[in-house]
Every structure is written in structure tokens, then in C-alpha cells.
């Protein structure tokens, strides 16, 4: 599977072409990720900003995917399943396209479920950003930063961000060690499950009631999905990862329920 997004950071003028946008395609097994600027050619003087914003189309998505996918240089191929938000520049021609390589489509119905991608776009932001002058940066006097190679230095943080040692490149699917479902365990609270729907500081991160685990799924080049059960043949509604899970040991004995709940 591959998610994609567009990212959007400062306008750059790099040469004569103006970069508005990034391409951001990531493999979920690999994490490895490919990363094509999307810019205006400047044939005059620079063009307004809000009238060069309409580039952002599905047929410009799909010159940006053929680029990454037909690069024999690039090892990521047509996947199985392409994973995208709901917007405009990821249907019509972009659509066409993957079908035609019998990629499977799916929507994203929440930012959860683009998570890998949305925080790929956060740590590139914050390699890009760190890259420049503060005078750029500071400078309000123009939407409009200058450096002379745009395109180098995406290619040299992508690279970078390729080949760093990640916890999250471990065995995964068939290879994964997993929990038993002798375990007990309790989950980590998604932010929805926060008492008013926000965090405070005084909320616990993982919910207090102990879990067994009721199953489990196991797919190639995927992360263990887990289903728990209570004592009480209650079960959460969704389903879990490892890293969302944390094993109590036999030994320890935990406050009375009541005491927790209030």
C-alpha cells in the first residue's frame, strides 16, 4: 500500500520556476518515500501566487506519479492499493491512471487513517525549514522564498529521510512477534476517547480497564491487528496495534475498578 498527499510549504522561487506544492507518495511497508515539487515555469515577471494555486489538478497528480513510478532509478512501482484524502486533484485523470496499472483505490476517512503520511509531511517540514536563512523566514516583505536549487535539496532530505534507521522498519505481518492471547492489556486512548473530546493534563494516556486479547490478524508486509475482550465479553469497538497495546504483567495487581473510574 502507498499513501499520498499533497504538502504545502512556503512558495519557493528556485531558478525560474516557482514551487507551490509537494507531491508526497509513501510506501507503508518500507516507509520508503518519493517526494516531486509542483512549480510554475516563469516565462515574464512573477505571476500572482492565488492565480498560479489552480495548477493543483488531478492531470498534474498524475505527470507526478508517472514521474515517480516510471524512474527506473526510484525502486518504488505501481502498487496494490493507492491511498489518498478525498480531495479534487486525486480523482478524475489521477484515477484514470492507477486503474490503468490495476491499482486498487481507497479514500481516507479520517486523518487517523493517513497517519504514516501526515507525519512523513512533518518531519520533511522540519528538515526543509531547517535548511534556510532566518532572514528568509523573518522576511514578511514577500510569500516568496529564494534558493537556487529547489528540486537538489528535496532529493538530498528525501534521501536522507531513506536511508535513516527507523524503530518502524522492524519485522512486520507474518515475521512480527505477537501477543498471546493469554496476555492481558490495556489500550492507548485515541484522542476521541478524552473526557470532553480534549486532553487535559490530569487524563490518563491509556484506558484503565484490563483487555485480553480476543483475536488477532495476520497479513503479509502488515502490522498484527488486535481484537480485545473484558472479563465481561465487552470488546472496544475498533481494533488495535502493537504499539497501541501495553502488556500487564501477571504479577501486578491493579487498584479496584471503582477507584480508577472516578
Known amino acids: ?21 509537494y507531491l508526497n507518495v509513501k510506501d507503508v511497508a518500507s ?19 492565488k492565480n498560479m494555486q489552480g495548477i493543483l489538478t488531478s492531470s498534474t497528480i498524475t505527470k507526478c506519479l508517472e514521474k515517480i513510478y516510471d524512474d527506473p532509478k526510484n525502486p518504488l512501482i505501481w502498487p496494490k492499493v493507492f491511498l489518498s484524502d478525498r480531495g479534487s486533484e486525486f480523482k478524475g485523470e489521477c484515477e484514470k491512471l492507477l486503474r490503468k496499472h490495476g491499482v486498487k483505490i481507497q479514500k481516507a ?3 487517523k487513517t493517513m497517519g504514516i503520511i501526515e507525519r512523513s509531511n512533518k518531519t520533511f517540514q522540519v528538515q526543509f525549514y531547517s535548511i534556510l536563512d532566518a532572514y528568509d523566514l523573518l522576511d514578511t516583505s ?28 522492524g519485522p512486520m505481518g507474518y515475521n512480527e512477534k505477537r501477543l ?21 493534563a490530569t487524563d ?25 475482550e473484558d472479563n465481561e465479553g465487552n470488546s472496544p469497538e475498533r481494533s488495535f496495534v502493537r504499539e497501541e497495546l ?3 504483567p501477571p504479577d501486578v495487581e491493579y487498584p479496584p ?3 480508577l473510574a472516578n
Open 1 to 21: 500500500m502507498h499513501q499520498a498527499d499533497v504538502l504545502y510549504t512556503r512558495h519557493v522561487k528556485s531558478r525560474r520556476t516557482i514551487y507551490l506544492f
Open 31 to 49: 516507509r520508503y518515500e518519493a517526494i516531486v515539487p509542483i512549480g510554475v515555469a516563469l516565462k515574464g515577471p512573477a505571476k500572482n501566487i
Open 109 to 111: 476517512k479520517s486523518k
Open 142 to 169: 514577500s510569500d516568496i522564498i529564494e534558493l537556487d536549487d529547489l528540486p537538489g535539496v528535496v532529493d538530498s532530505i528525501v534521501e536522507d529521510l531513506n536511508n535513516s534507521v527507523t524503530r518502524l522498519l
Open 180 to 200: 498471546s492471547y493469554d496476555d492481558s492489556v490495556i489500550y492507548l486512548l485515541d484522542p476521541s476517547e478524552y473526557e470532553g473530546g480534549r486532553r487535559r
Open 204 to 228: 490518563m494516556n491509556w484506558f484503565s480497564k484490563i483487555y485480553n486479547i480476543r483475536e488477532s490478524l495476520v497479513q503479509k508486509n502488515q502490522p498484527v491487528l488486535y481484537w480485545l
Open 246 to 248: 501495553q502488556v500487564i
Open 257 to 259: 475498578q471503582w477507584i
